[in-house]
């Protein structure tokens, strides 16, 4: 087989592929093979008909055609392969040249496919980073002091005008024109919470109990989403939350500790590991945004359109010309950070252990709450483990990439983030085999396709003998569909301690799982429901 490539855009390519016959042979046998097991001709039993008699009552045409629509992909591949594409979406293909009889002649086609365009990133020991102080104010454990008050609070009536911070119990009538379009009544809501109607934290300030008041509001779902209508709310009761002073008794309360001033020392110790684990967060974030500053990406317009398609068509909003601005906005962003991504992985020899595919697989499955081995069997069965490898390949290129870069804090200290992106000496002694390696390069390289690639248009049938045209061909069999939420959507950890950055990066305020105060203080709150006086 020969093949040659033709660069038409920095994102698209032109593959010219030739095929002699004996390469397409084992699949005109299989074509003669099946198309026999097919037809009924007397005096040949069925799966027993020479090729000979196939031609004649048949056609060399439909054996030929057979035997292309079962082998084109698998060319295609190779070819892709031999000429180190990275395919981002199916390939056009045109078929110019078929076999014109059994024994002689080659098959030829043209294939169009989007690729990962090739960009030169920056050196990176040039990048600089600077994070947050993991300096601990008395403000920072006052805080955590007060929200775990929170959590053990009362709420109590008061006689008053409602403020921010009050939970008031309202009721909410929706009126557009002279038509009520929604009430609900008797539902508890906190003031400047605002994850109702907007506008019903200022209409609610000032209220008192039995008050009512009227204001615009546009309606966030329903038949009438993103109408304007007249609201009405009614505040049946005003109550203030009072939380227990802060001495030993709420200690013991609240957490394993007898001694207030043990709580706090160990609250301290927990806002200053938060803060640690935010500084990885914070690095891994600034290193991102400034190779996406340094480097101009060419973006694949069909690969985004496609992906575009597949989520509108999933939300069944393919008519939302609004929704479809917001959604290429985001697909552009996503594939932009995966073309960098994937890059720098190669660049850095980025290797995928076993262990951390497990991993984070593992984690994975708690997002969705599902049991670790029936998370990993369903991907498995889905062909969708390639995506994952992609995942962890590109969040431990980030890590990786953190160990060439000096970040300083805010008061220029040099920070220390070995904890969280590893080292050199750790992934050496996690280092894959020789066999594990090339699987997750494979994987990886799959992953790539079948990520852009999920939403192309289904393979069509390849050309009759007598007629080339352009057609579909399939992906490489490699390149299996990737999970429709690209599942799942959180960074994938580089290591063990990458992770616990990152979970604390997302929640700041989540407390560090392995203080006992911590634990049991959960326990109780959970336990422990908010009380009304």
């Known amino acids: 087989m020969k093949s040659a490539v033709e660069t038409l855009e920095p994102t698209k390519v032109k593959l010219t592929v030739e095929v002699d016959y004996d390469e397409l042979k084992p699949s005109i046998d299989h074509a003669y093979k099946h198309i026999a097991e097919q037809v009924t001709i007397p005096g040949f039993r069925k799966g027993k008909v020479p090729p000979r008699i196939i031609d004649q009552r048949v056609g060399w045409g439909a054996v030929v055609e057979h035997a292309v629509n079962d082998a084109l992909s698998g060319f295609y591949g190779q070819a892709a392969s031999e000429q180190k594409l990275r395919p981002l979406g199916q390939p056009s293909v045109e078929v110019t040249e078929i076999p014109a009889q059994a024994g002689e002649g080659q098959l030829k086609f043209e294939a169009e496919v989007e690729v990962r365009p090739e960009i030169e990133l920056p050196a990176l020991d040039a990048l600089e980073i600077t994070v947050d102080s993991t300096e601990v104010t008395e403000e920072d454990v006052n805080e955590r002091l007060d929200a775990l008050r929170e959590r053990f609070g009362t709420l109590v009536g008061v006689d008053r005008p409602a403020a921010e911070g009050d939970y008031v119990v309202i009721d909410l009538k929706a009126v557009i024109g002279d038509e009520e379009v929604d009430s609900v009544s008797g539902i508890s809501y906190q003031i400047g919470s605002g994850n109702m109607l907007e506008g019903l934290d200022e209409a609610l300030t000032g209220l008192s109990a039995g008050e009512t008041t009227t204001f615009k509001a546009t309606l966030a779902g329903g038949e009438h989403e993103g109408e304007e209508a007249d609201v009405t709310v009614t505040a049946s009761t005003v109550k203030q939350r009072d939380l227990p002073e802060a001495d030993d008794e709420f200690a013991q309360l609240a957490s394993e500790f007898d001694t207030l001033e043990e709580l706090t020392a160990d609250l301290r110790e927990q806002v200053a590991s938060i803060k640690k684990s935010n500084q990885a967060v914070t690095a891994r974030d600034q290193l991102l945004e400034k190779l996406l500053e340094a480097v101009e990406i060419p973006v694949p317009q069909g690969a985004v359109e496609a992906e575009v398609h597949r989520h509108l068509e999933s939300e069944n909003r393919l008519e939302d010309d609004t929704h479809r601005a917001e959604v290429t906005v985001d697909a552009t962003e996503a594939l932009k950070n ?125 050309p009759a003998a007598e007629a080339p045209a352009e057609e579909k061909a399939e992906e490489k069999p490699a390149a299996k569909k990737a999970p429709a939420k690209k599942a799942p959507a959180k960074k994938a950890p580089a290591k063990k301690a990458a992770a616990k950055a990152d979970d604390a990066g997302e929640t700041a305020a989540e407390e560090k799982p392995a203080k006992k105060p911590a634990r049991k203080t959960a326990k109780k709150a959970d336990a422990e429901e908010t009380t009304e006086a």
């Open 338 to 462: 995966q073309i960098l991504l994937d890059t720098l992985a190669e660049k850095l020899e980025v290797k995928v252990g076993q262990n951390e595919l497990i991993e984070y697989l593992v984690q994975a499955s708690r997002q969705y709450g599902m049991d670790p081995q029936q998370f990993i069997s369903t991907l498995d069965q889905g062909g969708q483990i390639p995506a994952m490898v992609g995942e962890v390949a590109r969040s431990k290129a980030l890590a990786v990439a953190l160990r060439s870069i000096e970040v300083k804090d805010a008061d220029g200290n040099v920070v220390d983030l070995t904890e969280f992106i590893g080292s050199e000496e750790e992934d050496a002694a996690e280092a894959p085999t020789a066999e594990e390696s090339a699987e997750s390069a494979e994987s990886a390289e799959s992953a790539e396709s079948a990520e852009s690639a999920e939403s192309a248009d289904s393979p069509e049938e390849a």
